[in-house]
C-alpha cells in the first residue's frame, strides 16, 4: 500500500506499470482500497469520470437509439438462473448467493452477476404483440461477480458499476443490425469521450457471452502489453426467449419466438482510460471527462499580491464553464503547486504574475505535453476550447500510434510467440478450434484470442492456422488481457 507521506508518483510507468498505476488511481484521488475484500470507494474525482460516461451515454446512445433507462432487482431466483442452461453454466463460479436460510423464500437468490434472466421474466409479461417491438431498455447498477482475488482498481473487482442494455425484436435482421450498431457506438464512445482507441470484433465461440449465439467486442490495448475488453454487445438468439416463455402475435396473427440482444460497458473505462494516458507525473485526462478542466495559480511576488489575485479572480469568473480551480494559497510555493495539480491531471494550467499583467498575458501550460503558451487575457476565453480540443485530439493519435504500432502479423508459431513474449497484439490466422485456442492459451502462458476484426467475420481467408497448421477459418487478434 502507498503510504501517505509520499506526494508524488514514485514508480515509472515503463518500470513497474502495476505499482504505478495503482499510486496514480490513489494519489490523484480516484479512488481507493475498500475495507472488504474485492471491493474498491470510488472518490469524486473518479466517479465524475463515471457520470460524464453516463452523461455522454445517455444522450448519444440512449436517446439517439429510442432505448429507456429502467430499474430491476438486485436479487435473482436461483430458478431464474437455472432455465437458461449455458447462461448458468458459464456464470455459475462467479455468482454469490444468498441462501435459503437467510431469505425465507424457499430458494437461494443470486446478487446480480448480470440481469438476464430478472429482465427476461419482466419481458415475458410485458411483450405480447409484434407492436410491442422492438423492445430497447438499459438499466445502470452495481453487479457482483465472485471472481477476483487481487482487486485492481477500476479494472478488476467484485463489485463494479456498469450498465447494461437489453433488447428484443420482430425478426433476426433487425437483431443483428442493432447489435453491431450498440458496439460501433461504444467504440465512437471511447473515441469521442475518452480519446481511447479500440479493436473492433467478434468473439470466438469459446470467448463469448454464455448463451448468446454471437459477442462482439471491442478491445483497447495498455501499455503493459495486455488487451482490456472495454464494451461488448450479444445476439442472444431465442434461447432466452424460448426459457422465460417470452412470444409476440405476429403481424400473421400467428405466435412468434422474439430475438434478443443485450449489451454492456463498466466503470473498466475509467482504469483503461487513466491507464492508457497518464504518465510519470501522474493523472492525465481527456479534458470531456476532468471534473476540473483548468487550475489557475497566481504568482505571488511582495507588494504585487493583490493586484495578481484580483485578475486572477476576474479570470476565474470568466472562465466558469471549464469549472476552474483558483489554487491562492499562500502557504505553499508554485513548484508545489504545479506539481499537485499536474498529479491530479487537471489537463490546463494557467499561470498570472505581476510580468504577465503588464503585457495584459498569462502562460497556459497543457498538462499532456508541457508546452508553455502566452495567451492574452481579452483572448482566454477563445483559446481555452481550442486547447482543451487539441489535447483531446493530440491524447487519441497518441494512443492509435501505439495501438498501431503493438500489431503484429504473423504467419507461424515461432513469430507467434516471439511477439507475445515481446508484449504485442498477434494478427494471425486461425483454424478457430477450441481445442487449438486452449493450447494457445496454455502454450503461450495466458495468450487468449481477443476477437476476429469486425470486417473478416465473414471473409473467406486462404492459408493455415499459425499454431495447428490446419487449414484457416478466419483472421483473428492473441494478445495476453486483463
Known amino acids: 500500500m502507498i503510504e501517505k507521506k509520499d506526494k508524488g508518483i514514485t514508480t515509472k510507468k515503463s518500470e513497474n506499470i502495476a505499482d504505478w498505476y495503482e499510486q496514480v488511481c490513489l494519489k490523484a484521488e480516484l479512488a481507493e482500497f475498500s475495507k472488504v ?6 472518490r469524486p474525482r473518479g466517479y465524475y469520470i463515471w457520470q460524464a460516461i453516463q452523461e455522454y451515454f445517455n444522450k448519444n446512445i440512449i436517446e439517439k437509439t429510442q432505448t429507456e433507462n429502467a430499474y430491476f432487482p438486485l436479487f435473482i431466483p436461483e430458478s431464474f438462473f437455472l432455465k437458461e442452461a449455458k447462461h448458468a453454466k458459464g456464470f455459475s463460479p462467479e455468482v454469490a448467493w444468498l441462501d435459503k436460510e437467510l431469505t425465507k423464500e424457499g430458494e437461494r437468490l443470486a446478487i446480480r452477476p448480470t440481469s438476464e434472466t430478472i429482465i ?30 487481487a482487486t485492481k482498481l477500476f479494472l478488476r473487482s467484485r463489485e463494479f458499476l456498469w450498465q447494461e442494455g437489453h433488447c428484443v425484436y420482430e425478426t433476426e435482421k433487425q437483431c443483428d443490425k442493432e447489435t453491431e450498431n450498440y458496439i460501433k457506438l461504444y467504440q465512437k464512445l471511447c473515441k469521442e469521450l475518452l480519446s481511447l482507441p479500440t ?4 468473439k470466438t465461440e469459446k470467448e463469448k457471452f454464455a448463451g448468446a449465439k454471437y459477442t462482439l467486442t471491442i478491445e483497447a490495448f495498455m501499455p503493459d502489453g495486455k488487451a482490456l475488453q472495454c464494451g461488448t454487445s450479444h445476439n442472444l438468439g431465442q434461447g432466452f426467449a424460448k426459457a422465460f416463455g417470452i412470444s409476440f402475435l405476429g403481424q400473421d396473427e400467428k405466435p412468434h419466438l422474439p430475438w434478443q440482444n443485450s449489451w454492456g460497458l463498466s466503470t473498466r473505462l475509467v482504469g483503461a482510460t487513466v491507464m492508457t494516458h497518464s504518465d510519470d507525473k501522474g493523472l492525465i485526462l481527456p479534458p470531456k471527462i476532468a471534473k476540473n478542466q483548468v487550475v489557475i495559480i497566481p504568482l505571488f511576488f511582495k507588494g504585487s499580491e493583490e493586484k495578481v489575485l484580483k485578475q486572477a479572480k476576474e479570470i476565474e469568473k470568466e472562465l466558469l464553464k471549464f469549472r476552474p480551480i483558483l489554487d491562492d494559497r499562500e502557504d505553499q510555493k508554485p513548484g508545489y503547486k504545479f506539481n499537485e495539480w499536474e498529479m491530479k491531471g487537471i489537463p490546463l494550467r494557467i499561470e498570472i504574475g505581476p510580468r504577465d499583467l503588464e503585457k495584459k498575458s498569462v502562460i497556459v501550460v497543457k498538462r499532456n505535453t508541457g508546452e508553455k503558451i502566452p495567451v492574452k487575457i481579452k483572448d482566454l476565453k477563445k483559446e481555452i476550447p481550442k486547447l482543451l480540443e487539441q489535447i483531446h485530439q493530440e491524447l487519441y493519435s497518441n494512443a492509435e500510434k501505439f495501438l498501431n504500432s503493438q500489431i503484429i502479423e504473423v504467419k507461424n508459431w515461432k513469430e507467434f510467440t516471439k511477439a507475445i513474449k515481446d508484449k504485442k497484439i498477434v494478427k494471425t490466422l486461425f483454424c478457430g478450434e477450441e ?6 492459451k496454455d502454450k503461450t502462458g495466458g495468450a487468449s484470442s481477443r476477437c476476429i476484426p469486425l470486417e473478416s467475420r465473414n471473409k473467406k481467408v486462404k492459408g493455415k492456422c499459425s499454431h495447428c497448421g490446419k487449414p484457416a477459418q478466419t483472421e483473428i487478434y492473441f494478445s495476453k488481457s486483463y
Open 435 to 440: 481445442e487449438c485456442e486452449d493450447w494457445i
Open 199 to 202: 479493436i473492433i470484433g467478434q
Open 37 to 42: 475484500k474485492g471491493t474498491m470507494v470510488i
Open 120 to 149: 427476461y421474466d419482466s419481458y415475458s409479461r410485458w411483450i405480447r404483440s409484434y407492436k410491442d417491438l422492438p423492445l430497447r431498455i438499459n438499466q445502470w447498477c452495481n453487479v457482483v461477480r465472485w471472481e477476483t482475488q
